[in-house]
């Protein structure tokens, strides 16, 4: 036992976090069920994160964060027993007499807006408490994008506001503006298509009570990203706008541009179009949690296997549906047709470039020649090509 408590283990970060997590989260319980004493609760604490000792490591900041807990618990224990004692008969008295004194009690930003209000008790939020913790372990970039979204929250119509007044704001989206703010992924549909309207993108909301509202004039995308020079354009329109909101998460957005452009050209071009949907999915599962940047690149490895490979999940997944008429008699020359989605006669650009995935069923275009429209790709065709006149 001697050798093991003498043993110099001081790693990088916090070692065996959910363990760590989950070890922190029931001392504090204990404390507050009167298990042991506090300076007992912050002994263990200290024992039970690895690096807790290490001075300015995450252990140190973690082990800070559960202290502080610790105290929030001990105040509204003392408050509960005040309470107990007669301090809640004063309290419901009316202002004229003792309750002045009791209105200064509490300074948690949580009353600031509403004295009144009955004061959540964090402490039994259980994800509350593991966030002050795993917090520690988060980037300083990721920790000040935390900060900014909570502050946001509060009233997210004011901070559009600003930033629509600001002179230094870029032309953008309001709704995706507004993304931004709230934390959402942005709509590269919609940030393309604001590139080349012309239209002014005016909308109001009407209430029809209930809680019922309309919005009228809501934009829909005339212009969709399919291609990676369209990616490109909507993309350094986001990246200009997000780094606008979160000037710290520049890097973040350049590292996560390279990563999509190296994907891009060192794929066919047949791939380009799951590269687009794999961009979307990552986006949308960075904004869907708090400890995930865009730049954590080798974190994406098995969403690129599921949109990229052939027989990738998500792949196979977005390819369109058809309808098996085998079994109903007639094959597919009997009525009544056999694709579950309307096909385009336009040509497959991809069959025309003899890198289609898909065959002649299951492709939404039809696989044809884009020169003379019969059964063959475009390099097979004995056509000659027209001269422009």
Not at 294 to 307: I, K, P
Not at 322 to 347: C, F, I, L, M, Y
Not at 363 to 384: E, F, G, I, M, T
């Amino acid at each position: 036992e001697d050798d093991q408590s003498n043993r110099p283990t001081v790693p990088a970060g916090i070692a065996g976090q959910a363990e760590v997590i989950k070890k922190c989260t029931d001392l504090v319980q204990d404390f507050r069920d009167k298990k042991f004493s506090k300076a007992v609760a912050c002994t263990k604490i200290m024992q039970a994160i690895p690096t807790a000792f290490v001075e300015g490591g995450a252990g140190e900041r973690a082990a800070h964060s559960c202290f502080e807990i610790l105290d929030q618990i001990e105040k509204e224990l003392a408050e509960a027993a005040a309470r107990g004692s007669g301090g809640a008969r004063r309290s419901e008295s009316p202002q004229g007499g003792n309750g002045g004194r009791r209105h200064s009690r509490s300074t948690s930003p949580h009353d600031e807006s509403n004295p009144k209000r009955r004061r959540i008790n964090d402490a039994l939020l259980h994800w509350v408490v593991e966030d002050i913790i795993v917090e520690a372990t988060l980037s300083p970039e990721l920790v000040q994008t935390r900060k900014q979204l909570i502050e946001y929250s509060r009233d997210p119509k004011y901070v559009l506001g600003t930033i629509l007044n600001s002179t230094r704001h870029m032309s953008f989206p309001k709704s995706e503006w507004l993304a931004i703010i709230k934390g959402q992924a942005i709509d590269l549909n919609k940030v393309i298509t604001g590139q080349f309207s012309i239209a002014h993108e005016r909308q109001h909301v009407e209430s029809i009570g209930d809680g019922i509202q309309l919005l009228f004039g809501s934009s829909t995308p005339t212009k969709t990203v399919s291609m990676q020079s369209e990616w490109i354009t909507a993309w350094t329109k986001v990246a200009e706008a997000t780094a606008f909101v979160f000037p710290h998460r520049r890097r973040e957005l350049e590292v996560y541009r390279q990563y999509v452009m190296d994907l891009f050209t060192s794929s066919a071009n047949f791939v380009h179009e799951r590269i687009i949907l794999l961009d979307r999915k990552l986006r949308n599962e960075a904004v869907g949690r708090r400890d995930l940047e865009l730049s954590d690149c080798t974190r994406f490895g098995h969403w690129e296997r599921s949109f990229l490979n052939d027989n990738g999940a998500a792949y196979l997944e977005s390819k369109p549906k058809v309808k098996d008429t085998s079994k109903r008699g007639g094959g597919s020359n009997s009525g009544g047709g056999g694709d579950s989605q309307k096909k385009s006669a336009e040509p497959c650009r991809r069959f025309n470039d003899e890198h289609c995935p898909s065959n002649k069923a299951t492709c939404c275009y039809a696989h044809v020649c884009s020169r003379c429209k019969r059964n063959h790709p475009l390099p097979k065709c004995d056509r000659p090509a027209a001269v422009p006149e």
